[in-house]
């Protein structure tokens, strides 16, 4: 399904679970006529070594694009940061391009202090330290009950992190009422990686069956129009009801209806 647009389409492992039978996956996931994969909520001793992880991927056609992880700011932050330095150090062996971080755990009943979002920018940029050297870009992921959830939090994050890259996650952006294409011409100089899924009903649905008004065609198009040349990821997350398999058959089937 190879188009003229800039950038590539992928999906990501997470709604088959912790646990998946890889080879079936990555060849579903290949067979819907996906470039890329995303490694996210499979720990490393079910991935397995990068090597065994990267013949699975290339028995497939498929480009390892992503590794996923979390960051801490209260006191288990160092041990956190060790684990993502494995997690960076994993990626850049199988090939992947990007490590993507969420994080850290909001604070119940009070917003950030701009101390937290001060150390949040801290540990980001220490994985950019470790990661670039490596030839991995490190990139965060705004999302509900982390210390960043809204666009404005992101950017006074952004402000002690100059050199971090953003994931824009569309339907966050829609879940916390913000405006995914206008995130996407915002952060276009430091636009790394973009996450694709729609949401109805408290749950995330296939793409185009959502209550939230997303414009898939308008995201694309405003992509296409930046010339991003990244990856464009889809995905389900872990919450929701429909099949993973069927769900990624649908919505490559439905970005292709719009032209992708």
């Known amino acids: 399904m190879a188009g003229t647009f800039p950038f590539r389409?992928?999906?990501?492992?997470?709604?088959?679970?912790?646990?998946?039978?890889?080879?079936?996956?990555?060849?579903t996931i290949a067979a819907a006529g996906w470039e890329g994969v995303e490694f996210i909520g499979?720990?490393?001793?079910?991935?397995?070594?990068?090597?065994r992880l990267r013949r699975l991927v290339d028995k497939h056609g498929l480009v390892p694009v992503c590794t996923f992880g979390s960051t801490s700011i209260a006191e288990d932050?160092?041990?956190?940061?060790?684990?993502?330095?494995?997690?960076?150090?994993?990626?850049?062996?199988?090939?992947?391009?990007?490590?993507?971080?969420?994080?850290?755990?909001?604070?119940?009943?009070r917003l950030p202090t701009e101390d937290e979002f001060r150390q949040l920018a801290v540990c980001c940029e220490e994985l950019i330290d470790w990661a670039a050297p490596l030839g991995v870009t490190v990139a965060y992921h705004a999302h509900p009950l982390c210390?960043?959830?809204t666009e404005a939090e992101q950017d006074r994050m952004l402000a002690y992190a100059p050199r971090l890259q953003v994931c824009v996650d569309v339907s966050v952006a829609a879940m916390v009422e913000e405006d995914a294409v206008d995130q996407l011409k915002k952060y276009r100089r430091r636009l790394?990686?973009?996450?694709?899924?729609?949401?109805?009903?408290?749950?995330?649905?296939?793409?185009?069956?959502?209550?939230?008004?997303?414009?898939?065609?308008?995201?694309?198009g405003t992509l296409d129009e930046l010339e991003y040349r990244g990856w464009v990821m889809g995905e389900l997350s872990s919450y929701a009801d429909a099949d993973a398999a069927e769900a990624c058959r649908y919505n490559r089937r439905y970005l292709g209806s719009l032209g992708y």
Not at 14 to 24: A, K, Q, V
Not at 42 to 51: A, E, F
Not at 87 to 107: D, K, N, Q, W
């Open 77 to 109: 932050r160092e041990a956190q940061q060790e684990r993502q330095r494995r997690l960076i150090e994993y990626a850049a062996e199988l090939g992947c391009s990007i490590y993507a971080t969420i994080g850290g755990r909001r604070v119940h009943r």
């Open 192 to 220: 790394a990686y973009v996450h694709m899924k729609d949401r109805a009903r408290g749950k995330f649905v296939e793409m185009g069956k959502g209550t939230r008004g997303l414009d898939f065609a308008r995201i694309l």
């Open 42 to 51: 499979v720990s490393l001793d079910w991935l397995g070594t990068p090597s």
């Open 9 to 27: 389409l992928g999906y990501s492992v997470i709604s088959w679970g912790s646990t998946p039978n890889l080879d079936e996956v990555l060849g």
């Open 147 to 149: 210390t960043v959830e």
